[in-house]
């Protein structure tokens, strides 16, 4: 099926400085959703964005929603080692009914070395 | 409360074994999604529930049965599964309706290994 294309697919960086990811699609979107997997684990939502360019922060987190509906980006500011893992935006379409179908960027690694 | 709930969290079976994954919410959401995820994959969709009724099936293979007895649970069957059926099977849920309802949850996962 459709997926998003997520960039970069994995990083190594070093303890305490920032880090930048974003997807992009053919497609416009309603929502975008950003989750952390560890491994083993199911995903964990970390910020939901639902305006053209809402900018919305959690934490050392931060994400927004591009102004053409077609992007978004995730910064975290001063990594840490528990940053480690797999980030996954999504996008979802504008529904007034329940159940709708996410579509999923392909996954960025991250990798933080002390 | 974000939390959907999932048991097990392991399982093994072999090929010939019947087994059922249980998925559970409290959130009043009245969407439910059965994922598989296969290793540094994302999430593939496999059912979607919506009212307590199957809204989509992405051509899984009937060993895969999805239930939804009530808006709380979500069951997920199996029956003669193969060894590439190794997966972490995830559910999720959504509150539905309008704006902020496409936002999807997600359980811990099973960890299933088919032998």
């Known amino acids: 099926g459709q997926q998003l294309n997520q960039s970069p697919q994995s990083m190594f960086i070093q303890e305490g400085e920032d880090v930048s990811m974003n997807c992009t699609s053919s497609s416009i979107f309603n929502t975008w959703l950003w989750y952390k997997q560890d491994p083993g684990e199911g995903p964990v939502l970390l910020i939901a964005?639902?305006?053209?360019?809402e900018l919305t922060s959690n934490g050392r987190l931060t994400a927004q929603f591009g102004i053409t509906r077609k992007d978004s980006f995730l910064n975290i500011s001063a990594s840490i080692p528990s940053d480690v893992g797999i980030y996954f935006c999504a996008g979802a379409p504008s529904n007034n009914n329940a159940g709708n179908m996410l579509t999923f960027g392909g996954g960025t690694r991250l990798m933080v070395k002390p | 409360d974000t939390e959907v709930t999932q048991t097990p969290k392991h399982l093994v079976m072999g090929m010939t074994n019947k087994k059922s994954l249980k998925c559970e919410q409290h959130?009043?959401?009245?969407?439910m999604y059965w994922y598989k995820q296969k290793a540094k994959k994302p999430p593939e969709l496999m059912f979607v529930?919506?009212?307590?009724?199957?809204?989509i099936n992405e051509s899984v293979p009937s060993r895969f049965s999805p239930e939804c007895p009530n808006s709380s649970l979500l069951n997920l069957h199996l029956h003669a599964l193969q060894p590439e059926d190794s997966a972490l099977y995830l559910c999720a849920s959504s509150q539905g309706g309008w704006n902020r309802g496409e936002t999807q949850y997600f359980g811990p996962g099973t960890r299933l290994l088919v032998l």
């Open positions: 964005l639902y305006k053209a360019g």
């Open positions: 959130m009043g959401h009245r969407a």
């Open positions: 529930y919506s009212y307590e009724k199957l809204s």
